[in-house]
């Protein structure tokens, strides 16, 4: 008996031991150490006279001009706070809370977002909006005396992004207003409140903590804005920090440190906002003390006026989250001539853009004519563009697996009553990521393991070649951590702890108990987790855009050189309308995962079974029905 | 069958259990009683091997179970939450531990089978989830999957608790009806006092991580070894000095110094004293009326005293009238006035 307790012991120790290995190198490997070698270089770089002078580039900072980018990133995120809400709010009151005719239509509309983001929607609304895009070309044909160029710089990226950062508010705040108490609204009704006095002094209250919030988090994404800024050409942090990274000693006073500095700026705004959000959060929110809620009811606009403008103000809003998805989707059944004249052509249907080739024909300056093979393809015909979907469905697949399993192992471990204290410590380092902004991260990976001499990686090179892959998945997986953990986290709450009780009395063993009992119960979430970092992932901009090379160029990189390659010497001829076919594509993919997670997915046990039923009582009918016509007939 | 010798648990510097001894019978239906906080579920833990005992021993049948492991000590358990597999069925559910234990796949379903008829689980049922039964019907498919493995003893953690009133009532009976059709040995845990005492052969009631008293409802309940037992068991009166002055003037062997208690439905309205039995004057305060009884607040000198009356449809008082108390001493339960005070 002592010498299989002994065993156990054995096993028990050496399965642990491995765990303290793993995440400690995950830690200290991919976290701590390449971010605290940034933050070092900032102070080891050398100066004219080739001393170490740990305050060059500080000083550099505070004389140049580098504060600009960061004065830009504030202005912008300051700015994005307001637009962003406003927006926000609008849309989940307008389909939510008052009485909007045609309100499903407008939902569907405002959650575009959620289909497509980052730089397939910059894309597509430069694709309406740039100098040579289908709107700006419309308008000049009526008014040739505007600024074609009027869609670029801060304004615009400030209008992209404040109907690009909408999702949020879509998912969270609409989960708030839908749990208010519809009593509470009537309670205020009751007592002599006018609908606009209960919107302000009862309904807005208690969605204060989940607004806080998305503040927050709004304010930490216009600050380490990347596709929009990069795109639509504004200076802001994070595109500098991505130039700096690319630059050498040759062409300015030490990129690299200042890209540094940049990122550890950026770091320390966010570590200031979280701490902030955390604290707020600990504080506790508003809970309903109500035991019996009662559904909330659309309030009805009783002044006519009002009621006008606010269907008006919804439809407008409709317009413009809807225009960019319906000119992609159109345009991505368009040939390349109509693109290029920015003209429906109704007989122009075609599905080049999505497969096939053809050869293009052109003239030369010489005046002769010259045909490129294949220049006109379509997203899965074309070499690069499919090499960059594989690359990050593959990249993307595999970092929001790894993510989901390590979330899980380490949870199963947090949630063990006797690993109190090493799982309050595993759960801190799982959430580290959270404090850095991806740039940082990225930033960290490229300088860091940009060399021979990382000894626990083997010294080999990883921003090297192919090896950069094994850096993206892992810079993918880090960034995810945060998140996959704090759902994860969550559905392990809603493991009853008797549960784990009921299978150990029935004779199940730790193993078998994870794997028939608790597993199953959170595997719903835990694949909504992986869906959400896949498709998060998938078309990624930050962190493609600072490992972009030749063995790393991702989905998004691919997206993004379509803006700038199309028709040059004859090659690429159809790039407008294969990026049109790829953001349709996103679309189908994101929604695809969106309605597996949160349609399939999230049903229990019960109403799978529900469901299964119900198909075979519908079959059954079919088949009597069918076999009785055949009876009937022979009969007959 | 079940004997627990001087348990001792302790969480932290917290001792839960202080030196709790029980002896179970064979088949006997016995409840943990208590407030909640008392230590009466962590008992049924350390008999169960959720909780292993700083000192003291678990013994079943002669073999001492204290260090066996949770899955080998053949306890059955039903859960306050019933603690069913939700992304199982129902069938699944019940098999679980007999999958565990390996068996063959159609002897399993044998005994699935056997079992839920025995509950009263259709086949159709056995197909659902366990989130598409009711209450009362998942009740039956944790006590199911509690015995389908053949357990030498069940464990039952205030099964009752998540139900409604009504249901709790029937399913009570239920419960007792099975526990003598199966025959198999019953530790009942339940902060339920009309729950103990309807279903238990013996209870045990518990208090701050002791024992106050173990024995059948009729000793619990009308010899009550304890202030603390009195007082948690049914609805109680503490007599004044006054009214206990008054029995011991008519001959009473009662002390002023004691606490003395008497029973609701021990006392009686406008009843003429038999021998040893007295009475007291006082004006009905306030009446409750439930239909089966009625309940009188009749104020005695300085003291409100609550009287319960079987409800005749003929004896009825009205608030404000004067009416006269009839007290046997007795009924009165005495207890020395150093133990602690208990609130009432």
């Known amino acids: 008996m002592s010498q299989t307790l002994d065993r156990k012991f054995h096993a028990d120790w050496i399965i642990r031991l491995i765990g303290i290995a793993f995440f400690a190198y995950l830690f200290f490997g991919f976290m701590l150490v390449p971010c605290l070698n940034t933050l070092t270089s900032i102070f080891r770089e050398k100066n004219a006279a080739g001393q170490t002078d740990p305050l060059a580039v500080i000083r550099f900072f505070l004389a140049g001009s580098m504060g600009k980018f960061v004065w830009n990133s504030l202005k912008l995120a300051i700015l994005l706070v307001l637009t962003v809400n406003v927006v926000g709010i609008s849309i989940v009151l307008l389909t939510e809370y008052f009485d909007i005719k045609g309100a499903k239509i407008l939902r569907m509309g405002y959650m575009t977002t959620m289909i497509y983001s980052g730089v397939a929607l910059v894309t597509g609304y430069m694709f309406l909006y740039a100098n040579d895009g289908i709107l700006t070309t419309a308008l000049r044909q009526s008014f040739p005396n505007m600024n074609p160029n009027w869609f670029s710089g801060f304004n615009a990226v400030l209008f992209t992004m404040t109907f690009a950062c909408t999702s949020n508010h879509m998912l969270f705040l609409r989960n708030a207003i839908r749990g208010i108490d519809y009593n509470t609204v009537e309670a205020a009704r009751n007592m002599g409140a006018n609908p606009f006095k209960v919107l302000w002094k009862v309904v807005l209250p208690t969605l204060i903590p989940t607004l806080f919030s998305l503040t927050v988090m709004t304010f930490i994404t216009g600050l380490c804005a990347m596709s929009a800024p990069t795109l639509l050409g504004y200076d802001s942090i994070n595109p500098e920090i991505v130039r700096l990274a690319g630059s050498s000693a040759a062409d300015e006073s030490f990129p690299q440190a200042r890209a540094a500095l940049l990122s550890i700026i950026l770091a320390m705004f966010t570590i200031v906002l979280l701490t902030v959000l955390s604290s707020y959060e600990r504080k506790g929110h508003y809970l309903s003390v109500s035991k019996t809620k009662a559904k909330l009811q659309k309030q009805k606009i009783t002044n006519p006026v009002a009621n006008v403008l606010a269907h008006i103000y919804a439809y407008i809003l409709f317009i413009i989250y809807m225009t960019p998805v319906v000119m992609i989707i159109v345009f991505a059944f368009q040939t390349y001539s109509a693109i290029r004249l920015k003209k429906l052509d109704l007989s122009q249907w075609t599905l080049i853009n999505f497969f096939g080739k053809e050869d293009y024909q052109y003239l030369t300056s010489r005046g002769k004519y010259k045909t490129r093979v294949g220049a006109i393809s379509g997203v899965f015909s074309n070499e690069s563009t499919l090499g960059g979907i594989k690359l990050s469905f593959i990249l993307s697949a595999l970092a929001a697996a790894l993510a989901c399993v390590i979330v899980v192992v380490a949870c199963n471990y947090i949630f063990n009553k006797k690993h109190k204290k090493s799982g309050v410590v595993l759960e801190y380092a799982l959430l580290f990521p959270w404090l850095l902004p991806t740039i940082l991260i990225c930033y960290s990976y490229r300088t860091f393991f940009n060399s021979n001499a990382v000894w626990y990686v083997g010294n080999q090179n990883l921003y090297y070649a192919e090896s950069v892959r094994i850096l993206i998945v892992m810079a993918y997986t880090v960034t995810k951590l945060p998140f996959s953990l704090r759902m994860i986290k969550a559905s392990f709450y809603a493991i009853d702890e008797e549960l784990e009780d009921a299978a150990k009395n029935l004779g199940a063993k730790p193993l078998r108990t994870f794997l028939r009992v608790k597993l199953p119960i959170i595997l719903p979430s835990v694949l909504a987790v992986f869906a959400l970092n896949f498709n998060a992932l998938f078309t990624e901009y930050d962190m493609s855009a600072t490992f972009a090379s030749k063995y790393g160029t991702s989905y998004a990189m691919v997206i993004q050189n379509m803006c700038a390659e199309e028709g040059m010497y004859g090659y690429n001829v159809n790039a407008s309308g294969r990026r049109c076919a790829s953001t349709v594509f996103i679309m189908i993919v994101s929604g695809i995962i969106l309605y597996l997670v949160y349609g399939v997915g999230s049903r229990d046990l019960g109403e799978r079974l529900a469901i299964k039923d119900r198909r075979r009582k519908r079959m059954e009918k079919l088949r009597a029905a069918f076999g009785g016509g055949k009876e009937s007939k022979s009969a007959a | ?344």
């Open chain 2, 1 to 344: 069958m079940i004997k627990l010798n001087d348990i001792v648990v302790k969480f932290g510097d917290f001792t839960a259990l202080h030196d709790i001894n029980v002896h179970v019978r064979e088949g006997e239906f016995f409840t943990f009683l208590g407030p909640s906080g008392c230590g009466k579920t962590t008992t049924l833990r350390t008999i169960t091997g959720f909780i292993e005992p700083v000192s003291g021993s678990v013994v079943v049948k002669d073999r001492d179970i204290t260090h066996v492991r949770i899955e080998d000590r053949n306890i059955g358990i039903v859960f306050q939450s019933y603690a069913l597999f939700p992304t199982m069925t129902v069938y699944d559910n019940i098999a679980f531990g007999l999958k565990i234990k390996k068996l063959k796949k159609d002897e399993i379903d044998r005994k699935v089978r056997e079992i839920a008829r025995k509950v009263d689980l259709s086949d159709e049922q056995l197909a659902k989830a366990v989130s598409q039964l009711s209450g009362g019907q998942q009740q039956r498919v944790a006590i199911a999957r509690a015995l389908v493995t053949g357990p030498a003893i069940i464990c039952m953690d205030e099964p009752l608790s998540n139900l409604d009133a009504k249901l709790r009532v029937q399913l009570r009976n239920e419960l007792k009806k099975m526990q003598k059709d199966f025959g198999i040995t019953t530790i009942y845990v339940t902060h339920d006092q009309e729950e103990a005492l309807t279903l238990s052969d013996r209870i045990a009631v518990f208090n701050k991580g002791y024992i106050e008293q173990i024995g059948t409802p009729n000793e619990i309940y009308n010899f009550s070894k304890t202030e603390f037992v009195c007082n948690f068991i049914g609805d109680i009166n503490r007599l004044s000095d006054e009214i206990v002055q008054k029995m011991i003037d008519a001959g009473a062997e009662l002390k002023l110094s004691d606490h003395n208690y008497i029973r609701l439905e021990r006392l009686h309205v406008n009843e003429e004293p038999k021998l040893g039995q007295i009475t007291v004057d006082g004006v009905v305060e306030m009446r409750e009326y439930y239909g089966l009884y009625i309940k009188y607040y009749v104020k005695v000198g300085s003291q409100t005293v609550k009287v319960i009356e079987k409800n005749d449809g003929v004896r009825i008082y009205e608030e404000g009238q004067t009416v006269s108390v009839l007290i046997d001493p007795r009924d009165v339960m005495a207890y020395p006035a150093q133990e602690t005070e208990v609130e009432t």
